[in-house]
């Protein structure tokens, strides 16, 4: 299995809304990785995890809450967001942190603030 | 700091002829170099990646890329492409980090 899945594949809310984005390897993967990426730009890093900790955060606008349960599993909570805020949201997972190695990316998710 | 530039943003190229994308990138320490491709509406593929040891390296789908050192270059080519090829390309750079180029949009002509 050198799948990366990410629910929902679109989602529409309104700017009061709390929503939340999910990430799930099984390559026994220790690092997992949050991407915002915008019409036409490369993917922008915004949060990283290794081994189930916080390892980097790009300043990223508290409206976004990352959350790692265990090394499966990413989820990125959203609230009161921006119509700005409409991107392309991406998983990536890889075997460490650093990227010396692959990253392997989900689908990604659709996201449009109304 | 690491960082990749790619130098066309879009590349237009008949079927069957063949292509090369450029990258060049800079960083203080050594790197890792990816390629990666992505179609509309879906997440990145890996095409290939340089870590270490022979320069040309051989990806999917019948593309290859050259590290060059001295030039800082990545460059991925590919001898004949297909329609299908159509897509998004980019590359990456890694040490602490990915950092991708601003990408290369290859639309392919029949």
């Known amino acids: 299995d050198t799948e990366v899945t990410q629910t929902p594949k679109h989602l529409v809310m309104g700017m009061t809304n709390k929503k939340s984005l999910k990430c799930e390897q099984h390559?026994?993967?220790?690092?997992m990785y949050w991407y915002k990426q915008k019409a036409k730009k490369p993917p922008e890093l915004m949060f990283v995890?290794?081994?189930?900790?916080?390892?980097i955060n790009e300043s990223v606008p508290s409206r976004f809450s990352p959350e790692c349960p265990n090394s499966s599993l990413l989820n990125l909570h959203l609230h009161a967001l921006q119509p700005e805020d409409s991107a392309l949201y991406l998983c990536?997972?890889?075997?460490?942190?650093?990227?010396?190695?692959?990253?392997?990316f989900g689908q990604g998710t659709r996201l449009t603030v109304v | 700091a690491q960082s990749v530039t790619q130098l066309d943003s879009q590349v237009p190229v008949f079927e069957e002829a063949p292509v090369e994308l450029r990258c060049n990138y800079s960083?203080?320490?050594?790197?890792?170099l990816f390629w990666y491709v992505q179609y509309p509406n879906q997440g990145l593929q890996l095409l290939l990646k340089?870590?270490?040891?022979?320069?040309l390296v051989k990806g999917i789908n019948g593309f290859e890329a050259e590290f060059n050192k001295s030039q800082t270059s990545f460059h991925l080519r590919k001898p004949s492409v297909h329609i299908s090829d159509t897509a998004e390309y980019f590359c990456?750079?890694?040490?602490?980090?990915?950092?991708f180029g601003a990408g290369t949009r290859l639309t392919v002509k029949p």
């Open positions: 960083s203080s320490v050594s790197v890792y």
């Open positions: 990456a750079v890694s040490t602490r980090d990915m950092r």
């Open positions: 990536a997972s890889s075997r460490e942190g650093g990227f010396a190695t692959e990253a392997f």
């Open positions: 995890y290794s081994y189930e900790k916080l390892s």
């Open positions: 390559m026994g993967h220790r690092a």
């Open positions: 340089y870590l270490s040891g022979s320069t």
